[in-house]
Each structure stands twice: as structure tokens, then as C-alpha cells.
T-cell receptor, first 114, second 117 residues
């Protein structure tokens, strides 16, 4: 089975622009989560989608949004980019089979905002 | 809110030595606990998870973790370190009371393991 695929791997944007990141989960996985990883704040939860519905949301400003499609693929969007948005964005998928269901992570998209 | 604390942001061991990475959780009820490893320029890979079926959990690459309720700990160990174990390790907890069945994980700050030849 193919793992979680995130595109692109690297992205350089300018302050004020917007960006869209893409994630394809493992086949059969219905839950997709997004995390932001920075050296200072570590891994922070952005949001989670299950069957096209947002099931949980972290403490991020409204500039961060996401969606999930009927094939479980997900996108996240960041508008009006700030320098502090530079980070590794990780997508994870899971079977959604219960609280012991582990997350499976992609290799991330490294976003640099200049 | 449930959280995990990883003691030691950096741990250095010699090849062949015992690896001990510490994780303590804050929870009034038994949580769901996980250990992940991250190699440079990669995502996180699951090492093991606590399922409540056994307090000693065996994972991949020779790692294991012991759940100790009395100490609210879930430390990760490996008897003999290998150079390929050099990476960053994250302990994570899934809140036992979740919003709508959410599978959100709360991660510790991570421990960077260095293995010296």
C-alpha cells in the first residue's frame, strides 16, 4: 500500500501570498489530520477531517483552512502568509477505527515564507 | 487538557549502550499513548502504541516502552543503540475524551537522540 503522499515537498512564498498544500491519504483511510512543525513550537495540531467534515480544529487563525474531498484527499490553504508561517506541514491519515488507531504521516511540505 | 512531557531535549549515548527516552503524561484516566520517530527530512513513523492489553509494549527496530500508571510514565527503551537510531523521538497522547471521535494527537517537544561510535 502506498503511504501518505504530500505535494509539493518544498515551497517558497512571499509574505502576503496564499498557498495550497495537498495530501493523499493511505487507501481506505477516511481520517486526515494536519500538523504544523516548527523548532520553537514543536508539533501543533491544525485540523482533522473525517468523511469530508471537519471533526476537530486547533488554535490557529482563520487564515488557515482545509477541506477534504469525497476520495479522502485533503488540501490545506494558508492565506495572507506571514513570516511565522514558515514550517514543516505534516499530513497524517488513519483508518478511523477508534482511539487506538495510529496516525500515519507523510514526509511533509516544507514552506518557507520570505 | 491532557499533555505529555519529554524530559531531555537531547540524549547522547554510545553505540551498544542502553537507550532510555523519558515521557510522562498528565491524565486522570488511562490515556492512549504512542511513540513516533522522525529522521531528518522525513515525516513521523510509528514506533509503538499502548493498547492497555499489556503494560510492556514492543515496537519496531527493537524498541519497547513500559506503561507505569503509578508514575504516569511511558518511557521508551532499547537495550543496545545502533548508529541508525539517531533521530528525533516524540511521545504523543490521544485525549481519552475526544471531540466527536477525533483522533487528534498531542505531542511532546521531542528528544533528539545522538549515537556516538
Amino acid at each position: 500500500k502506498a503511504g501518505v503522499t504530500q505535494t509539493p515537498r518544498y515551497l517558497i512564498k512571499t509574505r502576503g501570498q496564499q498557498v495550497t498544500l495537498s495530501c493523499s491519504p493511505i487507501s481506505g483511510h477516511r481520517s486526515v489530520s494536519w500538523y504544523q512543525q516548527t523548532p520553537g513550537q514543536g508539533l501543533q495540531f491544525l485540523f482533522e477531517y473525517f468523511s469530508e467534515t471537519q471533526r476537530n480544529k486547533g488554535n490557529f487563525p482563520g487564515r488557515f483552512s482545509g477541506r477534504q474531498f469525497s476520495n479522502s484527499r485533503s488540501e490545506m490553504n494558508v492565506s495572507t502568509l506571514e513570516l511565522g508561517d514558515s514550517a514543516l506541514y505534516l499530513c497524517a491519515s488513519s483508518e478511523g477505527s477508534g482511539p487506538n488507531s495510529p496516525l500515519h504521516f507523510g514526509n511533509g511540505t516544507r514552506l518557507t515564507v520570505t | 487538557a491532557q499533555s505529555v512531557t519529554q524530559l531531555g531535549s537531547h540524549v547522547s549515548v554510545s553505540e551498544g549502550a542502553l537507550v532510555l527516552l523519558r515521557c510522562n503524561y498528565s491524565s486522570s484516566v488511562p490515556p492512549y499513548l504512542f511513540w513516533y520517530v522522525q529522521y531528518p527530512n522525513q515525516g513521523l513513523q510509528l514506533l509503538l502504541k499502548y493498547t492497555s492489553a499489556a503494560t510492556l509494549v514492543k515496537g519496531i527496530n527493537g524498541f519497547e516502552a513500559e506503561f507505569k500508571k503509578s508514575e504516569t510514565s511511558f518511557h521508551l527503551t532499547k537495550p543496545s543503540a545502533h548508529m541508525s537510531d539517531a533521530a528525533e523521538y516524540f511521545c504523543a497522547v490521544r485525549p481519552s475524551i475526544t471531540q466527536g471521535g477525533s483522533e487528534k494527537l498531542v505531542f511532546g517537544k521531542g528528544t533528539k537522540l545522538t549515537v556516538n561510535p
